[in-house]
């Protein structure tokens, strides 16, 4: 995927409020941009730290621009996580995730479960259904360990419950981890920070939802879906 205009060098100096993050661009005006990420951004919110910025025109926008990435442990980390829909609709596709080709048609945010909107829903009248759930990854910790959450997360954890539903009804389900890092070898869910997590995705897989994770190339000007990761139980 590539941004639809070059991103705006800049460096990182607080966040707040969640949503909210105040950026120093280069020729020194201090900004307050858009940034699309509920977690906690450990490792990813430290003052100084270099970071990218694109920009709106919609008059709309209260915020006209928006954090995109920012620049730790060597390399470019997205932190914007409404990007992995988008790199796996286009992954799709281009079918560059052998495990999810072939379906013939798909379908984004349709209802089910008791209150939740799947992220991508493949169907094919041969193969039946499959429920996509798709989840950002940007934490790293131990060098070369991508891990999700990076704080409870307990919307994701009912996620999984509903995906297990879908297996038991008969469907295939899949919980894809997209990692918008370049530097991870391997995944492992957080079991510290959240461990009603790591153990309903253990449940999940036990019930037969099918665990993917790939990493991202990320660089200034585009993010794409590059290759597949293990998964370190």
């Known amino acids: 995927m590539q941004f639809p205009a070059p991103l705006i060098p800049a460096t990182f100096l607080r966040r707040y409020k969640r949503f909210f993050a105040d950026v120093v661009l280069a020729d020194g005006a201090e900004i307050t941009a858009h940034c699309p990420n509920p977690g906690a951004m450990l490792g990813l919110n430290a003052p100084g730290l270099p970071a990218w910025v694109s920009v709106s025109d919609n008059p709309k926008r209260k915020l006209s621009h928006t954090l995109e990435l920012v620049e730790a442990d060597g390399g470019l980390v997205g932190i914007n996580t409404m990007l992995p829909n988008r790199l796996v609709a286009e ?8 495990e999810l080709a072939g379906y013939a048609s798909v379908r984004r945010e349709v209802k089910y479960g008791k209150a939740s909107r799947i992220d991508f829903l493949l169907e094919d009248p041969t193969r039946g259904r499959c429920w996509l759930e798709v989840k950002n990854v940007h934490l790293m910790r131990t060098p070369g360990l991508a891990e999700f ?12 419950e509903e995906l297990a539903d879908q297996v038991a009804a008969g469907d295939r389900a899949v919980a894809l981890f997209v990692i918008q890092r370049t530097d991870c070898e391997a995944f492992s869910a957080c079991a510290d920070l959240d461990p009603a997590f790591a153990r309903g995705l253990d449940r999940a897989s036990e019930a037969g939802v099918e665990v993917l994770i790939y990493a991202c190339q990320v660089l200034s000007g585009s993010v794409e879906i590059r290759r597949a990761l293990p998964w370190r139980r």
């Open 91 to 98: 992954a799709l596709e281009a079918g560059t995730i052998p």
């Open 149 to 160: 959450p990076d704080c409870v997360a307990a919307r994701s954890a009912r996620h999984l």
